[in-house]
């Protein structure tokens, strides 16, 4: 039996919607710079501004889903969040405290460098609650509050109470 607990990042309704408006105003952008391009092109003029904002457009949201957090999974060294781009990892040492987070202790939220709603929300984020936090989440709510001692993290598991009692049994040996 394997005593790593892990679990998929489910996506509420909003980043579903949130994404599919995103995904689709930027690839209308990107055909509209290739259609300029091609424009450009037949006309005499340097394609090469439109290329680059049609490749721009690609580069965001292959970025984003590269980034966007898939799942989460905890061993015995840690706290991993995977991604496509390959797995972040809190180590269990660094963790000081874990518990459910409400709604309110991340409203007021600003993104500092961070992702808010194409494929997830992730990233650096700010707020007078919290302070500087990290957050690798896929929905609005069922929030997991990790402090850790480089300062708050924020996930969303499929089963938040699941993982909040998993973390604490792992800080108790």
Known sequence: ?????????????R????TA???????????????????????????????????????IIAGCMLYAPRGYALDAAA??????AGELEIPLASITAVRRAQREELRGSIRAFAVGG???Y?????????GRY??????SSDYV?????????VITPAEPDQMVAAIERRLAR
Do not use: E, I
């Not at 980043?15 to 949130?18: A, I, R, S």
């Not at 706290?79 to 496509?84: A, I, S």
């Not at 509050?145 to 993290?153: D, I, M």
């Open 21 to 59: 408006v995103v995904v689709t105003a930027v690839l209308g952008v990107g055909a509209m710079t290739l259609w300029t391009a091609t424009r450009a092109a037949s006309a005499g003029s340097s394609p090469v501004p439109a290329l680059l904002s049609a490749a721009l457009c690609a580069c």
């Open 118 to 120: 194409l494929f997830g």
């Open 15 to 18: 980043l579903k919607v949130l």
């Open 122 to 130: 992730f990233g650096r984020f700010y707020n007078s609650r919290l």
């Open 79 to 84: 706290l991993r969040v995977r991604r496509r």
């Open 134 to 139: 990290r957050m690798y989440a896929t929905r």
């Open 145 to 153: 509050l990790v402090t850790t001692n480089t300062g708050p993290v």
């Open 1 to 13: 039996m394997s005593n790593t607990l892990v679990q998929p990042a489910p996506w509420d309704n």
